[in-house]
């Protein structure tokens, strides 16, 4: 398995630009989300997937959209970028966690953007 | 006031130490509570996991957690170069009915063991 993987690992934009983050798993998991960390404020959730065609809103969603057109991928599109929008973007997934388990989740090795 | 406050360090100790680790959270209704290690420029990966209150042991790790003091705490003994890495606690609620379970982080500690 190659577990949660993210494409690219770096990306250097121009304000205004946008662009197209990848991730996908192939460990058949329901649940999949994409976080942002910057320095001194942890991962906040940006998007999440509860299943293919279902997709929701996390704490920070402005400026990013987000599709489930199958299980295994989930892309974040970023519409109009900024320099706020520098960051490590990780994409996490986890299996559907039933009642009363919670969602271990498993995390890509991130994309780093810097937005000039 | 954030939900979930971690200091984040950087927090520097000898080799076989024992490392002590802390978040405080305002949230009651949490009632999940992990702990994510992270290497630099890598993503966080679970390292324990405890649901409610009590202690739960894993090798050199113990994470511990207070829903009275709503504090949790992961300890590391014999503390090992390796170790070196930012840790993040993470909690949530339960799942109501099958629904997603947003996770809440820290902000992570940065941890450096030196030989």
């Known amino acids: 398995n190659a577990g949660v993987t993210q494409t690219p690992k770096f990306q250097v934009l121009k304000t205004g630009q946008s662009m197209t983050l990848q991730c996908a798993q192939d460990m058949n998991h329901e649940y999949m989300s994409w976080y942002r960390q910057d320095p001194g404020m942890g991962l906040r959730l940006i998007h999440y997937?509860?299943?293919?065609?279902?997709?929701d809103q996390g704490e920070v969603p402005n400026g990013y959209n987000v599709s489930r057109s199958t299980t295994e991928d989930f892309p974040l599109r970023l519409l109009s970028a900024a320099p706020s929008q520098t960051s490590v973007y990780f994409c996490?997934?986890?299996?559907?966690?039933?009642?009363?388990?919670?969602?271990?989740?498993?995390f890509g090795p991130g994309t780093r953007l810097t937005v000039l | 006031q954030k939900e979930v406050e971690q200091d984040p360090g950087p927090l520097s100790v000898p080799e076989g130490a024992i490392v002590s680790l802390n978040c405080t959270y305002s949230n009651s209704a949490f009632q999940y509570f992990m702990w994510y290690r992270q290497y630099s420029r890598k993503g966080p990966e679970l390292l324990m996991y405890t649901y409610s209150s009590g202690n739960k042991e894993d090798g050199r790790f113990t994470a511990q957690v207070d829903k009275s003091s709503k504090y949790i705490s992961l300890f590391i003994r014999d503390s090992q170069p390796s170790d070196s890495a930012t840790y993040l606690c993470a909690m949530s609620g339960v799942s109501q009915g099958g629904g997603y379970n947003k996770l809440i982080f820290g902000a992570g500690t940065r941890l450096a063991v030196h030989p």
């Open positions: 997937s509860v299943g293919a065609g279902i997709t």
């Open positions: 996490a997934s986890s299996y559907y966690p039933g009642q009363g388990n919670t969602d271990t989740q498993y």
